[in-house]
């Protein structure tokens, strides 16, 4: 009995107990200044499916006899040790550089000049960046873009006459902004003389879309957990379809503007201000809301909302 306890049975093994200590000295390093968080990350994520493979090696033989008890652990150790010296020496050896450079923060300008667009079609990837939207005054922009972001920046433009498919997203390689502190900003303009689709899908940045001085024919929003201010034009026919998730969302509806709202109710508050009028629905649930005169307006916004959790207010 006792001979095949000793062939069967070990202690704990060593494996989870040194990626605990492993994890604990690289967030040392990066506190004490030796390693940059962005570094860390941006490695960590393309490595750590081998996490997984050595976890599971540790599972098939660690647990079988001391021999295999030692090798998981000399496994475990120079997973470790490999993954220490990548970010260490990765920003300076050009052959490895290319771990980290998605992990640096970095401003990038793009812009697209009118050349006769007269419509256009905006489609933004944002993720989880502050966002700025604004029209551009005296300017001979379809589009002017000043774009902070860690990976590759895609700034696409299509034209077909006088109408216009602009593309614009960031190809994520690390979740830098998650960890590092750091957070991504878009400063967008566009002109005043262009009639517009917007498509924005948005995160968990906070997103500032001032659409006053722009002519917008359809709007669309898919929205996370950030927190958003949008300024509706001060004239036009434009509808808006809005996906929110947990962030809030702040209306402001120009006064000349006459709107009528759409609203599938989730778990947040909808406060639409005294201009406007249950026309259809639940007061506290779904239901459809006008402003006096929405029918024969000349300026006028139909907005469908799809609340979350967050507050929607219009003002």
Not at 3 to 21: A, D
Not at 98 to 113: C, G, I, K, N
Not at 125 to 143: F, K, M, Q
Not at 215 to 236: H, I, N, Y
């Amino acid at each position: 009995m006792s001979e095949r306890r000793g062939r069967g049975y070990r202690g704990p093994g060593l494996f989870w107990p040194l990626v605990l200590i492993g994890v604990g000295v690289i967030f040392l390093l990066v506190n004490l200044g030796y390693l940059q968080a962005g570094n860390v990350w941006a490695v960590l994520w393309r490595f750590w499916p081998a996490l997984l493979i050595l976890a599971g090696i540790d599972i098939l033989f660690g647990s079988r006899s001391t021999v295999g008890a030692v090798i998981s652990a000399l496994l475990g150790l120079a997973l470790i040790v490999a993954i220490i010296a990548l970010i260490w020496l990765a920003p300076q050896i050009p052959a490895l550089r290319t771990l980290t450079a998605s992990a640096e923060l970095r401003t990038e300008r793009v812009s697209q000049p009118l050349e006769g667009v007269t419509e256009a079609r905006v489609v933004m990837d944002v993720g989880s960046a502050e966002v700025t939207l604004y029209d551009l005054e005296e300017s001979a922009s379809l589009i002017e873009a000043d774009v902070s972001h860690s990976g590759e920046l895609r700034f696409d433009v299509s034209k077909r006459g006088s109408r216009a498919e602009v593309r614009l997203d960031v190809r994520r390689s690390a979740p830098l902004s998650w960890f590092s502190g750091q957070r991504e900003r878009w400063n967008v303009g566009l002109s005043r003389e262009v009639l517009y689709e917007i498509e924005l899908d948005a995160g968990s940045g906070t997103c500032d879309l001032d659409l006053s001085g722009l002519r917008v024919a359809d709007f669309r929003l898919d929205l996370g957990s950030g927190e958003t201010r949008l300024k509706l034009p001060a004239s036009g026919d434009m509808s808006c379809s809005m996906d929110l998730g947990s962030g809030g969302l702040d209306i402001t509806l120009p006064e000349g503007m006459a709107a009528r709202v759409e609203l599938d109710k989730g778990s947040g508050d909808f406060r639409p201000g005294p201009r406007f009028q249950l026309v259809r629905g639940k007061e506290r649930g779904d239901g459809v809301w006008e402003t006096a005169g929405y029918a024969t307006a000349a300026n006028r916004v139909s907005m469908e909302i799809d609340m979350g959790s967050g507050l929607v207010s219009i003002h």
